[in-house]
């Protein structure tokens, strides 16, 4: 039995069961604000995507901790099988959506800054094809790893993934998994970044340079955290490497790799309710004037004054 195992495991749940409950609050607070999610209906669709697949991953990370767990109280227990495999090929899935919902966000901004005359590229029904395509695109680029047996069952922590023994199991299924949404997000953004700093003086309205502003301060902030969830995530691809280099690994890597994972999920859920602006709007109370009547209107529960 290994204690640290299951104290990694167990602070696993922890953070689990945090990234669900904020997952769930923030898609409620969208349901039930519907009329703050139609002003910018994209950024709340592909913000949703997101939190859709932590939700619906959440009870395969349990399954996993809670077997491990278990495993180590019981040594001779075994959870070997196709259904395991499968439950592990499922839970990539959801990775592999999460992390190019990332780039759909990135694909999004990119189009209002460098394209905010063609509504075409703004639109709703695009993006909403394209968060549907994700959920169809994932499966797809992980189906050669799962039929090549590269997801595969670790006897000594009771799950299924791809082991950090098989580096080029490894390797070519986590590239496909983030390291290709992180690097396409990043050429969006440095393109982005070369157009702003070209045609600045080309804006000719101010309207149009605080809407650039706006989508720039949110598509930066965005970078850096793909940037954080990316480096937290990245013993994913290092031990494999470090494995083949040394020909060794600590007993406990692969429950401090799976919580330094979630971890950087959890916090990236919390962290988007405080720099995100259009989340932010959800839990702002405001009151405007209607300018024909003079009447005071009210906005998420503020009380009206005729």
Partial sequence: ??????????????????????????????????????????????????YISIITVTPLFLDMSFNSIYGELHPDT??????????????????????????????????RIVYPTRAILHSFRPYAILS????????????????????????????????????????????????????????CYFCTMYYVRTQ??????????????????IFSRLVFLFIFITAVALPHVLIPIIYALTGYLPSWVVSFEWLLTMFSLTATSIIQLFVTPHLKKLFIRTTRVNPTTGQNLTVHGTKTRI
């Fill in 1 to 50: 039995m290994s204690v640290v195992n299951i104290i990694l495991y167990s602070l696993l749940i922890a953070f689990e069961l945090i990234g669900l409950c904020t997952s769930i609050f923030l898609f409620l607070m969208m349901l039930l604000h519907r009329t703050v999610v139609k002003t910018d209906s994209v950024s709340y669709l592909v913000a949703a995507n997101s």
């Fill in 132 to 187: 549907i395509g994700l959920w169809i695109l994932a499966p797809i680029l992980l189906l050669p790893s799962y039929f090549l047996g590269d997801i595969d069952y670790l006897p000594n922590d009771y799950h299924c993934q791809f082991p950090p023994t098989n580096l080029r199991g490894s390797l070519l299924g986590l590239s496909l998994l983030f390291l290709l949404p992180f690097i396409s997000t990043l050429i």
């Fill in 78 to 111: 075994s959870f070997n099988g196709w259904v395991c495999r499968f439950k592990s090929y499922f839970l990539y899935i959801h990775g592999c959506v999460y992390f190019f919902s990332f780039l759909l966000q990135s694909i999004y901004r990119f189009c």
């Fill in 200 to 217: 600045t003086r080309a804006l000719t309205t101010i309207n149009q340079n605080r809407n650039i502003r706006r989508d720039l301060i």
